[in-house]
């Protein structure tokens, strides 16, 4: 659980990681790593908020690429179709996926266990099914193109620049999740995961707070998908693939449940190791299941309980060896 | 003469054919201990329940103290003021005895979406509140030794302790007590009849389902003796112990 | 509306909510017993319909048939033998379960698409025959047939199995009190082996019921697997019948739908209707001996 440190430290930590990231395009200039660059960053607002909704609250969620398709298209199409402009869109995209993540959340929070995971994934495939479907409105299977660009002051957003916006994006995701761990709140949605029974007798309405942490993973998959819409300028269906959805978990489990550094590093090895092992998607799908079962075998904690594990072993070493 | 902080009355609930609960009245006055024996299937745990919010009556009505709370759901009537604990303890495994006692102290009647997603807006001071007041708990209850201990390393009667000081920690008016002393030793039983005597001296009224009769006879103010869902006894622990039906019931004597 | 038609919707509908009943059955075999769902049950249809297309062109067509399925069921028992049997043995969180059972099903399927490659191949049924002329417009494809034999004997034939054979009744026992069951001398690991390799058997079946419609590839084994544990959770998990009753059920509102409303309708009924179900009893369709 969250323990408040001196405040000012996490403030200066946060900061300071912030610049540094932040000096990223200013020594790499090639697209194909700034591409490599924004979608690390997207795909680590996606693990994030998965490992919250799965870990910090409990909850399975197989329709978290549905909430990134529409939290994408939601303001492509708006953009594209109706001129709206795409900084609109982005409170546009977050609300409407939320009031959508609210409906259909409000009867699925009563499941738990393979019927929530059931649940949750059909939810998942009806989404991209209504999606190839519509096509007046999403252009069915072929999507939409040549959505307008964001712009800042007649600026255009790309490259380095739109860089910035998407590590603005994730480091907001981050920050939200962070704080909210270490509120009350926080504290609720965790004790609602370890003993409802025990949440409610301190007052906590387990419903209500299940919905809550829900939501809030359903809002922040929709950013996800905003930032990617406006860096691609282009939708389609696939986005809202639940093969994704299992590639997110996969990233999540592999780096270790719970554990924020872990889900960090394990997305950006999983992310970057296929982009230089030249894998196809089918290879990468397929090679992140054997891992994820060799995980499931032999280090269930994933990464981030192999680190957990090492700084234990290193805190008895110290303590032994100044006991003597 | 004030309102009782408890006051149930003609209190009745059904299970299929089964009367579990039959028109049970009660007071529970301020600062007061009082105990509710009975047998197996007496209807203990079923009244004890309906108080709590766990389960609807299907007549009667449960008053703490001016407020009607009758069929008021779980996590509203611990809202209101009345805490309880559990006999299968129920304690949040991922956290240390502190932080459980803290979930009970934080106040969750609102959201506060923005606050907690930026630690603005008086975050830190209700926090400090709650953790001075989860404190004091721990203290009164006699484990503040125990504060940063992980759960899975208590014995069930420190385990029981966490349980009841997670429960006070909000201050409620009522507490109540399932079973408390099962399953305890007898120096465990000790420090809870000790713990229970300040709890009460705070002031707090304190409703306690026990099966040990002996040990919360010698504990409470007041009690009611339950058989077949109906109240057969109610009195001070002497008038209690001398009841004629109350005998019947636990040693079959006929007089 | 015409009755051609009707009859047309009929046929169809019938012989899609076979398929579904099958691999619903499949799935409620390994549900019952050992209170998993194993997402990877479409895969093993597929494999089985792909090990066909390998084989056929070598060997005669019964014995690639029974090849193809008993291929297709080892890799079912290989599954439960490695991983979830060492899973259950360190009482593995019920996430990792899960997501192992994800990970099964994503390597068989994308293996396969390594090994076999990303095209679909036909797929030929048992009856090469004409298609049957009913009068009028009315057409009935010889495979059809086939489906509906296959479905009413492979039903017949596990509600046979589970009430007469001792593994059968096995099955049942740890369905109903796992614990129980493990007093009366039921060994859970054999029952677990045994359901998993009796539910890859079922689906192996339905592959080569399904494959000879459309066709044989890496990817028809997502649909069928989908379908079939929709039907299973609505057709209740309390016994076989529920899966028979379900598929068929489904199928024909599924093809009366694709018929008459639109092709958008019909396929996100199945889903419609499972959320609904859900929704109104999540209790009431949990059978005994499941984990929740």
Redesign the interface.
Known sequence: MHRLLSPNLRWLRWTVGALLLALFPVFVREPYYITLAVNLAITLMLTLSLNFVVGTSGQWSFAHAAFFGVGAYVPGVLASRFGLDGWLGLPVSVASTSVLATVVGLPIVRLRGYYLAVCTLALGFLAEIIVRQAVDLTGGGYGIQQIPPLLIAGYRLQGGSYYLLALAALLASSLLLDNVKGSTMGHAIIATRDNPIAAASCGINVGRVKLTAFVITAGLAALAGWVHTFYYLALNPSLLASDLTFLWYFMVFIGGLGSVPGVVIGTALLSIAPEFLGMATHNQVLAFGLLMLGVALFAPRGIGGALTGLLQTGRLLAAERSAK | MTEPTLRVEQLTKRFGGLLAVDSISFDVGEGEICAVIGPNGAGKTTLFNII?GERKPDAGRVRLQDEDITGF???DV??RGI??S?QLV???????VA?NV???A????Q???L?????LGG??R??EI?RAQADEVLALVGIKHLTDRPIGSLSFGQQRLVGAA??LA?RPRLLLLDEPAAGLSRGELEVLRAAILRVRSRPTSILIVEHNVEFVLSLCDRGIVMNFGRKIAEGTPDEIRHSEAVLEVYLGRKH | MTLQSILQVLVSGLQVGCIYALMALSFYVIQSATGILNFAQGEWAMISAVLGVVFLPFVPYPIAIAAAIAGATSLAILSERLFIRRLESRNASLVTVILSLLGIMIVARYGTALLFGQEEYPLPGPVRSEVIELGGELYLLPQTLVIYGATVAVFAAVELHMRRTKLGRSLRVAAIDPIGAQLIGVDLNRVRAFAFGLGGLIAAVAGWLYAPLYAAGYMIGVVPGVKGFIVMVIGGMASPLGSLVGGITLGLIEVAAARYLSSLYSEALAFVVLMGVLFVRPEGLIAAGTRS
Do not use: Q
């Open positions: 709590a759901a779980d996590y611990a809202r805490g309880r559990f129920h304690l949040f495994e991922s956290m240390s932080e803290l979930l009970g934080e106040d969750h009647r959201l506060r979406m606050s907690a997603a930026t630690h975050h830190r209700r926090l709650a997670r429960a909000s």
